[in-house]
């Protein structure tokens, strides 16, 4: 069957006009940024104003500049952001995008080497590897910029000099199949539980930074004892968030963890999300920055007023928006309400290397290697894999 993927999730609801999420994980030379979020070095020029051009007259601008837009995001398959990609196409038809979907860890290395050799690609980066802004930052490669409602972001969600920003909000918990009920594993705790043996897919930890963020908090909550008795499950890994979801809507597994969702609808058929009161989750920001030597800079500044524009967050497919004055739907709190999305610590997880690379070495510990795990064409402009 074909793969649910967090992407194709996202970019039904970006066909509707969302805005676009985004993909996997960490580590290559980029793992090697220095300092946290909190101990960034000041950003080199004039303070930046926030984009007062309505989206007609950007449109405008990016037409007169070429009509082109090049676009990095993190992803597990090609075909994710297609979904998005439509809705962006639908509004400016004349814009010739291109979108590149490949694995945040894969993608920044590609564009660390792009940096070195001058031989840059994207005008727009958005990636779940959220320390690279930081270094990025750091070193000066990115354009200092704020689009029209910049302002209305989570403080969480956006740098102060404009360098990044936030345009959607993901999170990842665990699933089962809706026709369990009640039956159902009513928290993650439950997940250890010898009913569900041999009854679990999941995406593999100690290859995806935000799965293993995940992980990781399941093992701060319950214990190295309950982590034991979850290594017992004989959990199926597959590369990939789409593995959860894909093994329970196809009825292979009852139970997934690891995988987008959203507790505003369904997004998924036969598939119950949960987000337990008092359990553990997580969520985070999916950050977008363009590039200072960006060839198409007036295209970059459309595509991230646009994804943070009211009237595409508020059709965001889980219901949660970057904006504080957007309120979410069915009935949500904003993101940042919930506790136990741990929204804050992610970053700060994903700035320390060396303790994300504790917490992966643990998982490999319990559950083994990745098998199977392809070798990325990372010089190339399209996916490895």
Do not use: C
Request: aromatic share 12%.
């Amino acid at each position: 069957m074909t793969s649910l993927s967090r992407r194709r999730l996202i970019g039904r609801g970006a066909a509707l006009g969302a805005a676009a999420l985004a993909a996997p994980i960490a580590a290559g030379p980029a793992a090697a940024a220095t300092g946290s979020a909190d101990t960034v070095k000041p950003f080199p020029g004039t303070p930046v104003e926030e984009e007062t051009k309505s989206l007609d007259q950007l449109y405008a601008d990016a037409r007169r500049e070429g009509g082109k837009l090049v676009i990095y995001a993190g992803g597990d398959t090609s075909d994710q952001q297609d979904g998005t990609k439509q809705a962006f196409l639908a509004q400016f038809p004349d814009i010739d995008l291109t979108t590149v979907v490949d694995y945040s860890k894969y993608h920044d290395v590609r564009i660390d080497n792009q940096l070195a050799t001058d031989t840059l690609v994207p005008d727009v980066v958005q990636l779940q590897t959220l320390q690279d802004f930081t270094r990025w930052k750091q070193q000066g490669v990115l354009l200092p910029y704020k689009p029209a409602g910049f302002s209305k972001l989570y403080d969480g969600f956006r740098d102060p000099d404009g360098a990044w920003l936030a345009i959607a909000v993901g999170a990842f918990s665990y699933m089962y199949d809706a026709s369990l009920g009640a039956q159902g594993p009513a928290t993650p705790y439950e997940l250890a539980d010898t009913r569900w043996q041999g009854a679990i897919s999941s995406s593999y930890p100690n290859d995806d930074d935000a799965i293993l963020f995940l992980y990781t908090l399941y093992a701060q909550a319950y214990g190295f004892d309950w982590l034991s008795r979850l290594a017992a499950q004989k959990i199926a890994f597959g590369r990939g968030t789409p593995t959860p979801i894909t093994a329970v809507v196809s009825k292979q597994k009852q139970v997934g963890i690891g995988g987008f969702g959203s507790l505003a609808r369904q997004l998924a058929p036969g598939v119950t999300w949960v987000v337990a009161d008092g359990h553990p989750f997580m969520s985070w920001g999916q950050r977008a920055a363009i590039l200072r030597g960006a060839k198409h800079p007036a295209a970059a500044k459309l595509y991230l007023n646009w994804s943070i524009s009211s009237a595409v967050q508020q059709t965001s497919v889980n219901g949660w928006s970057v904006r504080t004055d957007v309120t979410p739907t069915g009935g949500l709190k904003p993101i940042w309400q919930y506790r136990n999305a741990h929204l804050d610590e992610f970053p700060r997880f994903m700035a320390d290397r060396a303790e994300a690379e504790r917490w992966r070495q643990t998982f490999t510990l319990y559950f083994g290697e990745v098998q199977g795990a392809p070798t990325p064409g990372w010089l190339g402009l399209h996916p490895g894999q």
